[in-house]
């Protein structure tokens, strides 16, 4: 691994805390502003996972709709097996046991895991890949962990844990990309960036847009348009 690409994990790694601080900072955030960041998150993600990570990955495998689809169910059971109660934003319900926020905490951490292997993995395919899913993966963490933050203080936990569970979610990140640095990478490029492309086009259409589109606000969907436009600018800046 690559020390640039070790920086990428770990930035990644550290904007979940910067998502809890977020939440930290004050009681209560204006709603059509989280659901703007939100769509702007999903419209880069999609882009990412659409443009670049799904057709690099037929390039390097026969079975990438496979890998792709395959990606896309893991992610969708680690949130409903694992977090009964789940959704991205402030979490207002009153009354959730203990138990919820602990369920949230495992199944945004064993994608965090995810997480930290599509950047490696697109790192070590091509480094404007890695730029690309490094941006995509840093605008979903902070969200990531302003959730993670938010559910377990609803559920009656207190700051030092909301930001602990924050925590975990980065780490967690960071041992799955310094794990797959580790695998004879040569091999699993392939099915990695299918599980990549998968597991970030779930996160931006089932998790992130549902949430944009609770409130029939232009700001948000605009937000969805503004955040595929930030990766063609992006792409035009790394000169493709």
């Known amino acids: 691994m690559s020390v640039l690409t ?34 702007t998150g ?104 302003f959730t993670a933050a938010s559910v377990v203080s609803a559920t009656g936990g207190t700051r030092r844990r909301a930001f602990w569970a924050a925590a975990t979610l980065g780490a967690a990140s960071l041992v799955g990309g310094l794990i797959y640095a580790a695998l004879p990478s040569h091999r699993w490029i392939g099915p990695a960036l299918g599980l990549s492309a998968g597991s970030l086009t779930y996160v931006a259409a089932t998790d992130l847009l549902p949430e944009v589109n609770k409130r029939r606000t232009l700001l948000a969907p605009l937000g969805v348009v503004a955040g595929a436009g930030a990766f063609y600018l992006a792409h035009w800046a790394l000169g493709l």
């Open 42 to 145: 999903a419209g880069f993600m999609l882009a990412v996972a659409l443009v670049e990570l799904a057709p690099e990955a037929h390039a390097q495998t026969k079975m990438a709709a496979l890998w792709i689809l395959g990606g896309f169910l893991l992610v969708h059971l680690f949130e409903h097996v694992f977090t009964p109660h789940f959704h991205y934003g402030q979490e207002t319900h009153a009354g959730l046991g203990a138990h919820v926020g602990l369920a949230a905490t495992v199944g945004l951490t064993l994608h965090s895991f995810l997480d930290g292997i599509a950047i490696v993995v697109a790192a070590q395919t091509e480094l404007r890949l890695g730029v690309l899913v490094f941006f995509a993966m840093v605008w979903h963490k902070i969200p990531d962990g």
């Open 6 to 39: 070790f920086i990428f994990l770990l930035i990644s790694a550290v904007s979940n805390l910067v998502g809890a601080w977020f939440f930290l900072l004050r009681s209560k955030w204006e709603d059509q502003a989280l659901r703007f960041l939100l769509g």
